[in-house]
Antibody, heavy 122, light 107 residues
Framework: EVQLVESGGGLVQPGGSLRLSCAASGFTFSDYAMHWVRQAPGKGLEHVSA????????YYANSVKGRFTISRDNSKNTLFLQMGSLRAEDMAVYYC???????????????WGQGTLVTVSS | DIQMTQSPSSLSASVGDRVTITCRASQSISSYLNWYQQKPGKAPNLLIY???SLRSGVPSRFSGSGSGTDFTLTINSLQPEDFATYYC?????????FGQGTRLEIK
């Protein structure tokens, strides 16, 4: 069964840092690009970051560029998102997803993880 | 960035109804349009990719059509499990962008 499981969310103060993880199973993780998509409470979906299959190419939305870093460990089938200088507007459920292509070129997202909630508040 | 606009933002329908949701792109995106279903507290799930291709395992009552700037998602014979929020997403160019969502409620 193809599965993505996020972890690492929680409460963090404005200006703080947090590291999200996404553990993949059921497919050849190293073959595919991976993504983080977030959803603020009661709001729509925003594509935040992407990384190609071997980690050599990345993408960041303007809203997080310079503050977030995406990475992956193909030996452990795990995707990461290091988030820094967190702001109230970063508060959201963060989903990891695969795009089933190797590069960070736009594509559909399938499958998705169940999401992890990041709360930014003092 | 390409703006995606869905209509309506919400609609009420009954079990057995046929419903259509529209998604309009701010510029031509060929057939690079995907549809997702999201239930409360759950992750989105892919329904339709490349405008009209049904993801494996998705019931055939779901269908998609369109190209260029105008697209539709049609659900035939609504079932109780179909009441959810639906999102379109363009994968024509970076950044990928989503519509604001259409909430489908039980009448």
């Amino acid at each position: 069964e193809v599965q993505l499981v996020e972890s690492g969310g929680g409460l963090v103060q404005p200006g703080g840092s947090l590291r999200l993880s996404c553990a993949a199973s059921g497919f050849t993780f190293s073959d595919y690009a991976m993504h983080w998509v977030r959803q603020a409470p009661g709001k729509g979906l925003e594509h935040v970051s992407a990384i190609n299959n071997n980690g050599g190419s990345t993408y960041y939305a303007n809203s997080v560029k310079g503050r977030f870093t995406i990475s992956r460990d193909n030996s452990k089938n795990t995707l990461f998102l290091q988030m820094g200088s967190l702001r109230a507007e970063d508060m959201a459920v963060y989903y990891c997803a695969s795009s089933r292509v190797r590069g960070v070129t736009p594509n559909w997202f399938d499958p998705w993880g169940q999401g992890t909630l990041v709360t930014v508040s003092s | 960035d390409i703006q995606m606009t869905q209509s309506p933002s919400s609609l009420s329908a009954s079990v057995g109804d046929r419903v259509t949701i529209t998604c309009r792109a701010s510029q031509s995106i060929s057939s690079y349009l995907n549809w997702y279903q999201q239930k409360p507290g759950k992750a989105p799930n892919l329904l339709i990719y490349a405008a009209s291709s049904l993801r494996s395992g998705v019931p055939s009552r779901f269908s998609g059509s369109g190209s260029g700037t105008d697209f539709t998602l049609t659900i035939n014979s609504l079932q109780p499990e179909d009441f959810a929020t639906y999102y379109c997403q363009q994968s024509y160019s970076t950044p990928v962008t989503f519509g604001q969502g259409t909430r489908l409620e039980i009448k």
